[in-house]
């Protein structure tokens, strides 16, 4: 079945109970006012074909009236040769009700990946006590950004769920609190190397950045002597280039090609990556976690409801200025961006007088644009595009699930919507927000639990006890 061909034909009529059973036998246990409906799901084609050997999951079917209200669903049979799926419905309510359905369409075995899924609106059952009511009939065609029939590169066991996941153009990077920070073949899934870094605390892994041919790891080296600082390897092969020790590790920053930038604890450090070299140091005014962004021309942190800006390359002091307590900070042109629960807020870059502030809803840091002067965000059940020089609403794509943090290379921005089993990829048009596809899991594993991330050719992405890499087709 070609990409977004499929259709699914419903037939629901009433079902006949279990009247069948033998005179003799106990009596069952059922509610006094229980009721049933039936519906047969089958898969065609575009010309109205049966696909034989498709395959149909009910995900979820609520009543619209009350979505607490979801009607117990039962399946007979698994799409036998002549593609129909038997869902019987049982409700403590009688009568015609809307019903709002989540469908999960697959390929017959050995043919391909996910097709795709369907949400089925306005579809009204006919809840009554045997004999049921009389048939109704809906159907339901998916749309061609709700297709995927791409079968994954790979897909292994990983217990990597909470592990820092990212990639440059030719591999990908996690990190772990025990094993510590390692390079993976996008093709294979095969470790490359472990380049050290660990950490005590429950959760993700030590925090690292990539710049360049380099991984720069924040925490204590694996194998070796523990200690507090910072080490960087070859992306290619994880070969030891530089340590230091007793530097400022907390939150790492990066700016291509050669700016790299720790703070910890009311200091701030820029480093020369090649070496190590310490190129300068500043305190702070204050002490305790801070956010840290930088970019080829500034160093900013945010602690406390206070803002500081360096010179990127003297270290010289630029501005300070008072303002909301933030979630993080970013620059991005000539604007230093700081979120908080109030909205963003955008200070000149030269001054940090305030040029724009917007009400937009907390979430994690966005992921900005330079060539086109965009930032990119999800937060809540929605991802959204501003305009850095002005704070414009470019668009804004709701997507009905909690979405995580996106990820972008070129015209695509990548990003989970909904959790486990219910989630999925959502690859969106970065001009216009429009969906263009829409990647699930198989709907036998325990779905999607980390962020995606990209190389040059692949998209990857951390399952809940699986670890999934896909052709990049964008």
């Not at 009721?35 to 009910?58: K, N, Q």
């Not at 009236?65 to 009688?94: H, I, M, Q």
């Not at 359905?101 to 949400?119: N, W």
Request: charged share 20%.
């Amino acid at each position: 079945m070609t990409r977004g061909t499929a259709c699914i034909l419903l037939l629901l009529i009433g079902a006949t109970g279990c009247d069948d059973a033998p005179a003799t036998a106990p009596p069952v246990a059922e509610p006094l006012n229980r009721h049933e409906a039936l519906v047969v799901i089958v898969v065609t084609d575009s010309e109205g074909d049966t696909v034989p050997w498709s395959r149909v999951v009910v995900a979820e079917a609520c009543l619209v009236e009350n979505e607490s209200k979801c009607p117990t669903v039962r399946t007979r049979g698994s799409n036998y040769g002549d593609g129909e799926l038997l869902a019987w419905f049982e409700s403590e309510l009688e009568g015609p009700r809307e019903v709002r359905m989540e469908l999960t369409v697959l390929p017959p075995l050995g043919k391909g990946y996910v097709l795709g899924s369907a949400t089925i609106e306005g579809l009204i059952v006919h809840f009554d006590p045997p004999p049921a009511a009389e048939p109704t009939r809906a159907q339901v065609v998916l749309p061609p950004n709700m297709v995927d029939s791409r079968q994954p590169v790979r897909v292994h066991e990983s217990d990597h769920v909470r592990s820092r996941l990212r990639a440059d153009a030719e591999r990908f990077y996690l990190s772990e609190r025990v094993n510590g920070t390692a390079a993976i073949d996008p093709v294979t899934g095969d470790w490359l190397w472990i380049g050290g870094g660990w950490t005590p605390d429950e959760g993700a892994g030590p925090e690292y950045a990539l710049l360049g041919d380099r991984v720069v790891i924040a925490g204590p080296v694996i194998p070796g002597p523990s200690f507090a600082g910072l080490i960087a390897v070859k992306a290619s092969d994880g070969e030891l280039m530089w340590i230091r020790e007793a530097v400022p590790h907390q939150t790492v920053a990066v700016s291509p090609p050669d700016g790299l930038y720790a703070v910890e604890d009311g200091i701030v450090m820029a480093f020369d990556p090649h070496s190590g070299g310490t190129r300068w140091s500043r305190d702070l005014i204050g002490k305790g976690q801070a956010d840290l962004a930088a970019s080829a021309e500034l160093v900013c942190t945010e602690m406390l409801a206070f803002v500081e800006c360096w010179d990127a390359v003297t270290g010289d002091r630029a501005w300070t200025r008072n303002t909301e307590v933030g979630s993080w900070l970013a620059i991005a042109g000539n604007v230093v961006i700081l979120g908080s629960q109030a909205g963003w807020t955008a200070m000149d870059a030269t001054n940090g007088d305030i040029v724009w502030e917007a009400a937009i809803d907390p979430g994690p840091p966005p992921i900005l644009s330079p060539d086109s002067g965009q930032a990119f965000a999800c937060a809540g059940i929605a991802c959204f595009s501003i305009r850095v020089d002005n704070g414009a609403l470019l668009w804004r794509t709701g997507l009905q699930k909690s979405v995580g943090r996106p990820v972008t290379d070129g015209g695509s921005l990548f990003v989970r919507v909904g959790e486990g089993s219910a989630s999925s990829i959502h690859v969106l048009d970065t001009a216009s927000g429009a969906i263009r596809e829409r990647i699930l899991p198989d709907p036998f594993d325990h779905g999607f639990c980390g962020d995606p991330a990209v190389t040059a050719d692949y998209l990857a992405i951390l399952g809940c006890g699986s670890f999934y890499t896909f052709l990049r087709i964008d």
